[in-house]
Each structure stands twice: as C-alpha cells, then as structure tokens.
C-alpha cells in the first residue's frame, strides 16, 4: 500500500524548492529592471542579497586546472611511446605477412594454413595489446577528472555556505549570462592550490606471450 503521507511531504518539498527558485529569480528581475531604470551597474552585493545563487561552468575549470593540464601531458607521453613501440611490431607483422603470401605458393596447403593461423594469433595480440592501452589511458583520465572534479566540489560547497548561496547552478545546463554570479574562476583558483598536480598509478596492461 502507497503511503501518503511521505509522498505528500515530497510534493511539499518539491514545491518549496520551486518557491524559492521562483522568488530568486523574480526579485532578481525586478532588481535588473530597477537598476536599468536608474541607468545604475549591478553591484555584486545587491545581486548577491536578492538572488543568492551562483554558477559554475566544471567544463571549464577542468580545461584552466593544472592537474588536468599535466595529466594530459602525461597521458599524451604515455600514448606517444606506446604508437612508436606498435609501429615497430606493425612493420615486423607486414614483412611477416609478405613472407607468408611468397610462400603461399610453394607450400602444402596444411603447412600455409598452420603458418597463417600462427601469424593470426600474433596480429589478435597486437590487437589486444592496443585495445588494453586504450582502456587503460581512458581509466586514468577518467579517475583524474573524478579527483579534480571531487575536490572542485569540496570547495564548491565551501564557497556556498561562506558566501550564503542557496543554489549553484551548473552553466552546462543553465542559461544565465550575468558572470557577475559566475564562480568558475574562483573555484580553480582553489583547485590549483590544493591540487596543482595528481599522481596516478596506471593499471599496467596484462603482458601477452610471444
């Protein structure tokens, strides 16, 4: 059996939500609006009392934070080596398979068959080789992003209660052009401080037998 009551005083949150959201964004018209007749610029504070929100773009304080920026570094090094070291089993794997088609010829067809499905097996293990560096450079990019966005919201929430904002609304999903609200840069200014750099370790790729 549903039980009202909770669901009752989930419509009452909801709709509290939608007050408050409602009240901030009126009171910050009729400010914009006052302030336009007065030919007068919006002053932080004034803004700040009548609609205490704020926004920030992650996007962007992913793109400016220096651990991001080094993590890219790294990860590119990592994936520059990697093509050079495929690019010589590449060119060793197609003097082989030139080798196999000038002796198709010459060959039994169960001996050609034996020396091409071992041939085979050395390409699938390339193959896998470059699959698994692949998957492996993603995960570290992704648990860097985690880490540096994890410690962008610590001081997200830091900056809210200091600063009294009742919200922060994300700008990849929020249209509101007043940058005067806009805390992406104080945020990374942040992040930079305590997490200039990350050190992560790479789940190395699983050895494949010649």
Do not use: C
Not at 67 to 79: D, G
Not at 87 to 102: F, M, S
Not at 120 to 130: C, I, L, M, P
């Amino acid at each position: 059996m549903i039980k009202l009551k909770p669901l009752a005083l989930m419509w009452e949150n909801f709709f509290k939500l939608k007050l408050i959201f409602l009240f901030t964004i009126i009171s910050t018209a009729n400010l914009l609006i006052a302030q336009d007749k007065n030919n007068k610029p919006i002053v932080a504070e004034e803004l700040k009392d009548s609609f205490p929100a704020a926004v920030i773009d992650m996007q962007k304080v992913l793109s400016k934070s220096l651990a991001m920026i080094s993590l890219q570094k790294e990860i590119k090094k990592i994936e520059d080596d990697f093509k050079e070291q495929i690019k010589t089993e590449e060119e060793e794997l197609k003097k082989e398979q030139d080798n196999l088609r000038a002796q198709k010829s010459v060959l039994a067809d169960d001996e050609f068959k034996t020396k091409e499905q071992a041939f085979k097996v050395k390409v699938n293990k390339v193959q896998s080789k470059v699959q698994n560096i692949r998957r492996e450079l993603e995960s570290t990019m992704a648990r860097g992003m985690q880490l540096i966005q994890t410690e962008a919201v610590k001081h997200l929430k830091e900056i809210a209660s200091k600063e009294g904002y009742l919200v922060v609304f994300d700008a990849a999903t929020t249209i509101i052009t007043a940058d005067i609200i806009n805390i992406s840069d104080i945020v990374t200014e942040k992040v930079n401080k305590t997490l200039p750099k990350i050190n992560l370790e790479r789940k190395k790729e699983k050895e494949v037998d010649n």
